[in-house]
Structure formats: C-alpha cells, structure tokens
C-alpha cells in the first residue's frame, strides 16, 4: 500500500510538471524527498539528490555506503553512487542529470530546502540548466493530508497527549523547567515518538511564561506560578504541536482572565477554519477576540503555522497568508496573550479542514488546568 | 571574557578577508553564525542572515519578532529588521548590504549551510555581487579549539560518561534497543546534555550491531548479544560523540577476537594522530592493523571526522583529507569491524592534537565490557 503511495505521488507531480514549465524537480535530504521517496538521508557534508524528471523513473544521487537504501525499493528508480573522492562527484552529477534528460530547461527546486552545495554541483554539471522554486507546487500537493498522513498525525497527537498526562500528576514545587522537560522528553520517546522530536518542549513557569520563545532553565516551580507547555510528537515522521497551561494553586487574577480570552480567541479561530476561507481570515477571527478584550498588543505572534510532514509548514495563519483552505489541510491555531514580567497563556491545537469546517486532532481540556501542590508524598 | 570572543573571532576573519579575496563573509543560522556571534537562530522559512564586512560592526538581518536578541550585545552590530511581509525583504536585504558597502566584488558564504533561498535575496539585493565559498578560511578558524571551546567539548564528554554509566546496570535481558536509548537520552538531559542532542543514540544489539548506521528498534537484548552504543552530549552547543560495546554474557569467539583488534586500531589511530601529520595518516594507521588483522574488508567506513560546534565538521580522518594536524584541531577516532548477521564493533574515541601528540578527551575504557545478566533483582 504505502509502496504504491510513493509512486502515485511521483506520478503526480510529473503530470503537473509540464503545467509549470520545469523538466523535473531536484529535493535534497528532507520533508521532500521523504514525501516522494519514502527514504531519508543525513543532510550532511555530501551531496544526496533526488531528481523527479518529467517521464521515466525517478534518478537519485547518493553515496555509495548508503547504497543499501535502495536494494528493495517498490519502485523503480535510477541511482548514481559517489565514493569518497569528492573530486568525482561532478562527473556522477554529469551522468545523472544526463540520465534525467537534463541538460537544459528549467529544474525545479526548494529555495529554503536547497543548499548552495548541492547548487553548485547542478550548475557545474549542467551550465545551461535554469532554475525555478518549485516551493508553490510542492506545498500544493503537501498541504492536503491523505489518509495515512492524517493516521500518522493522530498517532503523534495521541503519544503527545499520553505523556503530558503522564507527567502532570508528578510537576511539584522545587523542581527546574529543566527537569520537568527532560522528563517529558523521556515520556515522549517511551510512548513511542520517533527519537526525532519534532521540536524540544517549552515548558516556563510563572514570569517565563511572557516569554514565547523561552527555553527550559533553571527557573523552579512555586505556588503561585503559571505553567505553560508547548510541546509534540513525531510519529513515522508526522509531527503533533499542542500547547496547554497550568495553574500550581492560585494565580493573579489577571492571568485567570487572560486564560480565559485565549480559550475564547482559540474557538473562534477554530470556528473560522473552513474550506474556502483564506489563511489569513481565521488569524483575523482569533485577534479580533483578543483586541476586543483589550489586549491586542500582547498577542505578539501570528496564529499558527501548517503542521505535518515538519513542524512549520504551509499554510502559515498570518495576516499576510491568503492560501484558501481547502479539506485535508493541517495547521495550529495557537493564539496567545503575553504580560511581560507577570505571565503569558497560549492554547495551541491542531486541526484539519473538514469538507464543512475543521476538525480538532488534539483533545486535551483547553481549560487552564490546576496542579496539585505537594501533600500527596507517600 | 566570552564578550570579547566574540568580536576577537570576527577581527580575525576581517584581518583573512582581503588576502582571501572577499569583501565580506555571510553566514545563515547554524554554527559558524553562533561561532561568530554567539546568537542562535532556528533555521526556519525567514532569511536570517549575519554579515561580515572587511571593516565595520557585523550586519545582521533579522525578524522584527527577534530584535530582543541583540538588544544587549557586548559588541557593536547593526541589525536589520524585517517584519512578517515577505514582500518587504528585498529591500532590507538591500539597505542591509549597502550599509556593509557591499554592491559589487565577492561575498563569501558556506555552501553546505547557505540555502538558495538567502542566496536569491542576496543576488535580487545586489546584482553585481559575486559569490565564493568561505569554507576553508572559516574551517581554518573553527577547526582550532581555543580554551573556552575544549572546556566545553569536556563537559559534553563528562555528561555522555556519566550518561552511560548511570543506565549500564539496569541493562538486562527483554529490553528493547528503543527503551534503552529513550533511557538514555534521559540521562543525557538529567545530566545536563543541552536540548539539542548532537545525534540520536544508536543502540544496537547482537546482528544489528554489524550496521554501522542502525536506528535503535525493537530487538529485545538476549544473552550472548553484543551491544554496541554510540552517542554523545552537547554542552553549550560543543558536542562529544563515543562508542563502546559490551556483552551480556558469552559471545561467539569471533567478537572477542574483532573487538581486540578494533581496540588495537584505535590505539594506532591514537598514537599516530600528531602535529604536522595529514588527517590521512591516522586513517592509514588504523586501517593497517585491522587490514593485517584479516578484516580489512569489515571495516567499512572512514576512521574519523572532526567535533566541536558540529558533530561531523572538519577535519575528516579520511584518506582523501590532506589537512595537515595542529594543535587544537578535535576529532573522533572510530575504527570498526562489521560482521554481517552477526555483530560489529567499534570503538569511538575524542582527540585533541596537542604540542607533542594527542589526548583522548574519553576516558571510559575501550575493552569489551561485561554486563550482567537479570539475576540481581531486588
């Protein structure tokens, strides 16, 4: 099944090629090249290529060490083995492309994937090759989730889910963010994420919190403390993005309010998701609920990002996204109010557009959940 | 102290530029940008960018969102920020590169970092510019460890030895290659490794073993596996990476026999690794005992590659790498043997080429060691 997955989506977007005027598309190591091929590889210090030409089977550059990779493929494929010598490397290049058909026309590629490296190399094996961002066409075909992304999403949601659970009972006065995310970490691994998170948890407690973008340190849990996590899986690769938070007793009263308007802020956003709006119109739906309760200026982030394959992907939720949603997309929707010096509360779900509106893969409560202080020692 | 690290590290390569022929060198997020700056930036779909310029304080462009980062520099920069509108960047990167009196002559950059996406600003920005790869000058810099750099690539050791030893004991028979390394990683972090490991462990058990690149699985540890494990902590961003193998009972006479051997090629690479030595006389020495072993067919891969800010970056202990050793330069030792279906070893050292020689910054010992089986249950 999943074999013939690859190859139906290389025999797509060679159908589209054409369209776009590209003779083929080059991806190196990555989200990509994985989609198309089902392989990974290092992005290392060497060259790997995967080139998807308009007819015949797809060409790929690689080492030689790594030649096991392909012994047992679904589908056929062409590669072309370097050794050790980077000296030889242009004429394995030479040899692929011209094996590709490409010696001119136009080769598509990922600006923000692609490295000069691998540019070079292009360039020096086929001077009078072109080339074009084949970003918009491949994020076309991403962004809408088949049915085994969609269960690989849900896997990374729910080995998410378990292991914040399985730590709550244990967060107590005294310990560090830190250790609290080690700990997380290490429930995440063991509930089955690929050892590859898709990104390391934020957990900040109290004043931190105000902090978006703050790393796990030394700050210790106290009574009193606000406690925001933002953390995810990875499952075969699909990653998972959920943020809750958490009150150790009583809050500032101010902190309870703005947990509030989040949650409202998140629904709304929620509500707004639906086929045929743009990106940007449910970015517009969760700021409105946030200026309205007066603290728009504390809201310091767009909405949410696209979420798969990698961690931020296309669609993004911003102002300035007018992608249409369409069903089959997969984003956050993670609005936020930040009260420097006091405490910051975000609530970040993931969702998927529905044939008539979007759908909630996370299900932890959006409530601002209360921790219990120390007097449960056995 | 580490202020003025900084800005000596840029003097340097200013003093470099002109006898190298570059205007400027610019660097993308990831270690040679932190190298230089002591910042970090994800590497993510917005074009950050730090400028070198033969005279002048650093140019840096940045997000908006991020300005925070360089609101206390101990050093002059002169950042350029742009805001959430794609639309926009051009021109900061031309306001950008204008203030560091770039238009025309030669840019260096790093192509196995840069990604086609700055290059397309950095081109759209000044036409006239040309591009050339700063990989060696920059190399030649951050291959030499000062102080400050070795403290940490010794820290990151301690915390991966203390990381070991801390699960070794509870190694027992049932237990999967997955839930070792998630234990692991858990030390790590406890220990005090930062979030971003420089690799996933590998834990390999019995047939496993002879893949030198094996992801840990569910193969469940029997007695008479051998267990190979490779992995590494990261402090403060400098990275250790180490390999030991140990038995859980008695092997097949042919183990004991490869892992002698390995241990002695990796003493050889060690005695041979000096000042004034290219890095392919340590892989010839280490290559020579295991040939004359019998297995020169077995060992599979190059002795070595060089550590520090990166977990593979130069020197490469290759035959194919003339660079000739210094004092200061750090990389691994790591010769193996790889017997298909049945086992491998490798053995994985840290080094630093000292005035009169080298040091393993490793200290755990190289022979095979035992583990015991399940029969201490409490």
Redesign the interface.
């Known amino acids: 099944m999943s074999e013939n997955q690859h190859l139906k989506r290389q025999q797509r977007i060679q159908a589209l090629l054409g369209k776009a005027g590209l003779q083929a598309v080059a991806l190196n190591p990555g989200p990509d090249l994985t989609y198309f091929s089902g392989l990974e590889f290092h992005l ?2 060497r060259p790997v290529l995967l080139i998807l030409p308009g007819d015949g089977p797809s060409v790929l550059i690689l080492p030689e ?2 030649s096991a990779k392909v012994d047992d493929l679904p589908y056929p494929i062409r590669p072309f083995f370097f050794n ?3 000296g030889t490397w242009v004429g394995i290049f030479q040899a692929a492309l011209q094996e590709a058909g490409l010696s001119s026309g136009k080769l598509g ?9 691998e ?2 190399y292009l360039q020096s094996a086929a001077p009078d090759l072109e ?1 074009e961002s084949a970003q918009d066409l491949i994020s076309q075909m991403r962004m809408i989730k088949d049915g085994s992304e969609l269960a690989k999403m849900g896997e990374a949601v729910r080995i998410a889910e378990c292991a914040l659970t399985g730590i709550l009972s244990s967060l107590k006065p005294g310990q560090t963010e ?2 609290v ?3 997380l ?2 429930r995440l ?2 509930q089955g994420s690929d ?2 998170l898709p990104f ?1 948890p934020i957990v900040s407690f109290g004043e931190n919190s105000a902090n978006p ?1 703050a ?2 340190g030394e700050r210790v849990l106290k009574e009193g403390d606000l406690v925001l996590i933002d953390w995810g899986a990875a499952y075969q690769r699909y990653c998972s993005d959920i943020t809750r938070v958490f009150a150790l007793g009583d809050l500032h009263p101010e902190l309870d309010k703005i947990a509030l308007f989040v949650a409202e802020a998140n629904t709304a956003g929620r509500e707004a998701a639906k086929p045929g709006v743009p990106a940007s119109a449910v970015d517009r739906a969760v700021r409105q609920v946030i200026s309205e309760a007066g603290y728009g200026d504390y809201f ?3 909405t949410g990002h696209g979420l798969g394959g990698e961690a ?1 992907e296309e669609p ?1 939720i ?3 996204d007018q992608t249409i949603l369409k069903p089959g997309m997969t984003f956050t929707i993670e609005p936020g109010i930040y009260l420097p010096g006091r405490g910051g509360v975000r609530i970040e779900d993931d969702v998927l557009i529905t044939e008539d509106g979007c759908r909630s893969l996370t299900e932890l409560s959006r409530e601002l959940g209360q921790l219990l202080p120390d007097d449960s020692m056995i």
Chains 1, 2 share one sequence.
């Open positions: 290392m210090e060490l790594e050790e010598d980077p590629l990922i600006p923000r994937r692609l490295r000069v490296l540019l070079n080339f830190k250790e995310a080690a700990r970490v290490g691994l063991a050892p590859a390391f973008h790393s796990p310091t982030h767009r931020h993004y911003s102002e300035f």
